[in-house]
């Protein structure tokens, strides 16, 4: 076999056999097909598709790619979550202490963020002391102290994905739903979670842009899952606007933990809350109320177990930046609209987000917001705060900001916070 022939048939509009699969998954990761003709075959992909068996067959392919972690020494199920990524999304940060309260056992491996949307690990690096890198031993450890660690993917893990992405990245090649669901399965099914619940987003702020488009990427994630034995389901949920207030690394970390305490903003405790009852309800755990672990500081507890077992201090003070600005709300009105990318746009050019993988972040940078679309504010309050390490940055956020915001006489209809179930 050979890769001309591979991306011939992908070209041609031909379904590719399982065995062209495997070969060229597994030639690529020996390095034995080469990075231009890897991304002939993924503009292929792109703009001609891959069905259900192909998907399968592929996402199959890259899992085999590396190892597979095993949970079945643990004495709880286990269940996990997967973002597709949005603006100001910190849910896991609250969700998995919670979900481990509540009496499962959750493995998350996290990544960083690109682009305008932020990354699990980036904010927990944040907290001072906290480390991300474990090995398969330190992730157990972790597991049994606290019930939930969050930590970065070991080089072992599906690395034919990671060597692809990372060429999709760079070729125009991310935007496909066959190479994105299977990019996230084989990630996700390698980690050997027993239940996953995703949470596909749909908006400005989200790689899925119109609910059509996220209902296909979250059936094709479901079906890959439930047909390689995890239970999974999966969420529509809306990124038309910020989730919560706090958009930023340490701010968002503020943030959740204010839930964790009980208290937070509304949409992040309603997201957390039902994601917490379904991976319980996909991992066969019942008994206990999330809403309730939030109020009797049984999940603060599992946070402070979580944080400290990998190194983090969880009193300690979080860094802020040195610099702030406020933009005004310029009439009086009902905020009708927010847009979710703008202000990704903006917090990342504020230097919470990087554009190079390789680039660090600032953690106190972001955006504070102080109202959402629907309420109602007078001329001149504060509608955002904006914070830097340094004044130079102000001026391009703002620029990111023109025209992302609204003041009108009465609100406008809004995505529903969770707008599908799909399973
Ligand atoms: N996240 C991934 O892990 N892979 C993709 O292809 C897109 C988002």
Known sequence: MDAIEVIRAKRDH????????????????????????????????????????????????MIRSGERMDWSALDRPTADKHSTGGVGDKITLPLAPLVAACGAFVP????????????????????????????????????RTAGAVVCAAGSGLAPADKKLYALRDVTGTVES???????????????????????????????MKTTETARELAETMVALGTDAGVR????????????????????????????????????????????????????????KDPAKALQDGSAMDAWRRMIAAQGGDPDALLPRAAETMTVEAPESGVLTRLDAYAVGLA????????????DPVSPGAGVMLHAKPGDLVRAGQPL????ADETARFARAIEALDGAYAVGPASRPQLPLVIDRIT
């Open 347 to 358: 917090a990342w050019r504020l230097g919470a987000g990087r554009a190079r993988k390789e």
């Open 384 to 387: 955002l705060t904006l914070h």
């Open 108 to 143: 998350q491996l996290s990544g960083r963020g690109l682009g305008h949307t932020g990354g699990t690990l980036d904010k927990l690096e944040s907290i001072p002391g906290w480390r991300a890198s474990l090995s398969n031993d330190e992730m157990l450890d972790v597991l």
């Open 177 to 207: 739903i066959p190479l994105i669901a299977s990019s996230i399965m084989s990630k996700k099914i390698a980690e050997g979670t027993g239940a996953l619940v995703l949470d596909v987003k749909v908006g400005s702020g989200a790689f």
């Open 14 to 61: 031909h379904e590719l056999t399982d065995a062209q699969i495997d070969w060229v998954i597994d030639a690529y990761t020996r390095g034995e097909v080469a990075d231009e003709q890897m991304s002939a075959l993924a503009m292929a992909i792109l703009l001609n598709g891959m069905n259900r068996r192909e998907i399968a067959a592929w996402t199959q392919a």
């Open 232 to 287: 999974t389901v999966a969420l529509l949920t809306a990124m038309d606007r910020p989730l919560g207030r706090a958009v930023g690394n340490a701010l968002e970390v503020e943030e959740s933990v204010e839930v964790l305490a009980g208290g937070g903003p509304a949409d992040v405790v309603e997201l957390t809350v039902r994601l917490a009852r379904e991976m319980l309800e996909a991992a066969g755990v019942s008994g």
